[in-house]
């Protein structure tokens, strides 16, 4: 049986960057507060924990003083860079330079429809580290939008500024956006609204889903890997199973059944931006010594 590793699945560069930021510094002090999971994948947090990182909450950290905090990938609302300051707390900021180009957009466009009495939309994920963050550039008054159910929040009677979050689907997104734009000229007529659409989704993420398409097309069956709270996860999941039906989702090599290769003559293991390389060669093992 064939078992093939997708090599183009595993850690974004942001994720990669925050990692490195985290044994760099657990190497040299042995011990370091992240707020939040570094990564949602519960394996290598629990790797890392093994290190020397503590994971603490935002409630946490506001009791913290005098010490080192790293900030992952997903970034933070302006509120943490605040207390930090507040608190005697040096910031190891490992934020993705794409979210924080993304924040920076986003606090531009909530000043300019803010002028013209309209909306801030984001789409993406309520309660995600990395829409907290964005939320947080506009004072809180963005409307976030997961679903076509979500767009009977606005008023299509105001202009509408809309983003991304930057782990969204790309098809998602242009749904979304097509509907907006039909809900607006069904309110006010055509070409007598105001409508920003940006699309503001990270193309190293997006540009995985074609090659998932590939990837799954080729193998008999398909593990995809990442853990349970990963967003990216559970949409290129949905990729691979919409064009292989065995397709499976796993976060560990205990999830993993032998039934499911029974007859296989390759397999195919792919995974999310969150997912660990090692973590995916170790299931590789396990399917192999079956």
Same mark, same amino acid.
């Given at each position: 049986?064939?078992?093939?590793?997708?090599?183009?699945?595993?850690? +974004?560069?942001?994720?990669?960057?925050?990692?490195?930021?985290?044994?760099?510094?657990?190497?040299?002090?042995?011990?370091?507060? +992240?707020?939040?999971?570094?990564? !949602?994948?519960?394996?290598?947090?629990?790797?890392?924990?093994?290190?020397?990182?503590?994971?603490?909450?935002?409630?946490?950290?506001?009791?913290?003083?005098?010490?080192?905090?790293?900030?992952?990938?997903?970034?933070?609302?302006?509120?943490?860079?605040?207390?930090?300051?507040?608190?005697?707390?040096?910031?190891?900021?490992?934020?993705?330079?794409?979210?924080?180009?993304? %924040?920076?957009?986003?606090?531009? /466009?909530?000043?300019?429809?803010?002028?013209?009495?309209?909306?801030?939309?984001?789409?993406?994920?309520? /309660?995600?580290?990395?829409?907290?963050?964005?939320?947080?550039?506009?004072?809180?008054?963005?409307?976030?939008?997961?679903?076509?159910?979500?767009?009977?929040?606005?008023?299509?009677? *105001?202009?509408?500024?809309?983003?991304?979050?930057?782990? %969204?689907?790309?098809?998602?997104?242009?749904?979304?956006?097509?509907?907006?734009?039909?809900?607006?000229?069904?309110?006010?007529?055509?070409?007598?609204?105001?409508?920003?659409?940006?699309?503001?989704?990270?193309?190293?993420?997006? !540009?995985?889903?074609?090659?998932?398409?590939?990837?799954?097309?080729? !193998?008999?069956?398909?593990?995809?890997?990442?853990?349970?709270?990963?967003?990216? /996860? *559970?949409?290129?999941?949905?990729?691979?199973?919409?064009?292989?039906?065995?397709?499976?989702?796993?976060?560990?090599?205990?999830?993993?059944?032998?039934?499911?290769?029974?007859?296989?003559?390759?397999?195919?293991?792919?995974?999310?931006?969150?997912?660990?390389?090692?973590?995916?060669?170790?299931?590789?093992?396990?399917?192999?010594?079956?």
């Amino acid at each position: 049986m064939l078992v093939e590793i997708d090599k183009k699945s595993g850690f +974004c560069f942001g994720v990669v960057y925050a990692i490195q930021k985290a044994e760099e510094e657990l190497e040299k002090h042995g011990k370091l507060y +992240c707020l939040g999971d570094i990564v !949602h994948n519960n394996v290598e947090v629990e790797r890392l924990s093994g290190r020397g990182l503590v994971t603490i909450d935002h409630e946490q950290f506001r009791n913290l003083k005098d010490c080192m905090v790293l900030i992952r990938a997903h970034g933070e609302p302006p509120e943490t860079y605040k207390i930090a300051l507040e608190n005697n707390i040096e910031l190891i900021d490992a934020s993705c330079p794409v979210v924080l180009k993304l %924040q920076n957009r986003i606090k531009n /466009g909530f000043d300019l429809i803010s002028s013209q009495n309209g909306q801030i939309v984001i789409y993406g994920k309520e /309660g995600h580290a990395e829409v907290n963050g964005l939320v947080g550039q506009t004072k809180y008054n963005a409307i976030v939008i997961g679903s076509i159910e979500d767009l009977d929040k606005l008023d299509y009677t *105001k202009p509408i500024n809309l983003f991304s979050q930057t782990t %969204q689907s790309k098809e998602g997104f242009r749904l979304i956006s097509e509907e907006i734009k039909r809900r607006l000229e069904a309110v006010n007529g055509k070409d007598n609204y105001t409508f920003y659409s940006n699309d503001t989704i990270c193309r190293q993420v997006s !540009h995985r889903e074609p090659d998932l398409i590939e990837f799954s097309k080729h !193998h008999d069956v398909i593990i995809f890997v990442s853990g349970k709270k990963s967003s990216n /996860g *559970k949409i290129l999941y949905t990729v691979c199973k919409s064009v292989n039906e065995k397709t499976y989702f796993v976060s560990e090599p205990k999830d993993i059944v032998q039934d499911w290769f029974s007859g296989v003559k390759s397999v195919g293991i792919c995974g999310a931006t969150s997912t660990p390389r090692w973590l995916m060669e170790k299931i590789s093992e396990k399917i192999q010594s079956f």
